[in-house]
């Protein structure tokens, strides 16, 4: 019984306008995630990648959300790969604010070297974006490569890097590939169908 997302809160109808006007990244390609900055989150790995996919294209901005123990260490790193200032580092983003972040971006990166479930995931399958996530935990039960997003290796800047760069060459894919990941969303990961799933298993349950 998988973890849902409230899909009315999530949805591709969302104007994110506002936050690429508030970080100053209107018509830019924009990269996304929302993580702790802790070390099984995999964050390294995304600022890694920032800098390969820069090399090639200058017109995009990777957006950070979260805080954490690493936090420092991340924005060092940037600096020292010289991409700190196409990385945006929002620190804890407000729950209210979330789902206009999700409607800014152009893709969403799960970078995470474990994991439970993924809820970042889900919330941008809703949201209509496309996803690249590793191999891990419930990640993959979610995306199914080719089709809704990106399944790629652990600890691999260089595969998210080709990923994102495949996604910026085409453009039209980010749109279909996003719209099925919505698709997937109504269908599996429902908060409402998974409250009434809960509910009949207790009845089971008590009967």
């Not at 970080?23 to 390609?29: I, P, S, T």
């Not at 490569?145 to 790629?152: A, S």
């Not at 429902?190 to 207790?202: F, G």
Request: charged share 30%; hydrophobic share 40%.
């Amino acid at each position: 019984m998988p973890n849902g997302v409230d899909l009315k809160r999530f949805n591709p109808n969302i104007d994110g306008s506002c936050i690429r006007r508030k970080l100053d990244v209107e018509n830019k390609f924009i990269v996304f995630t929302v993580r702790h900055h802790e070390p099984k989150y995999g964050i390294e790995y995304l600022i890694r990648a920032a800098s390969l996919v820069l090399k090639e294209k200058k017109d995009v901005v990777f957006i950070i959300g979260g805080d954490g123990s690493l936090r420092p260490y991340y924005e060092e790193l940037a600096s020292k790969l010289g991409v700190r200032n196409r990385i945006v580092f929002t620190g804890r983003i407000p729950q209210a604010e979330l789902p206009y972040y999700y409607a800014a971006s152009d893709v969403v990166v799960v970078p995470s070297l474990q994991e439970a479930w993924g809820l970042v995931v889900t919330e941008a399958m809703a949201s209509g974006k496309p996803v690249i996530g590793t191999r891990v935990g419930g990640i993959v039960d979610q995306i199914i490569d080719g089709y809704n997003g990106f399944l790629v290796p652990p600890r691999d800047p260089r595969a998210i890097a080709e990923k994102i760069l495949w996604l910026i060459e085409n453009p039209d894919e980010i749109k279909r590939i996003g719209m099925n990941g919505r698709k997937l969303a109504e269908e599996k990961f429902d908060i409402e169908k998974r409250v009434d799933r809960i509910v009949e298993l207790y009845k089971e349950l008590l009967r």
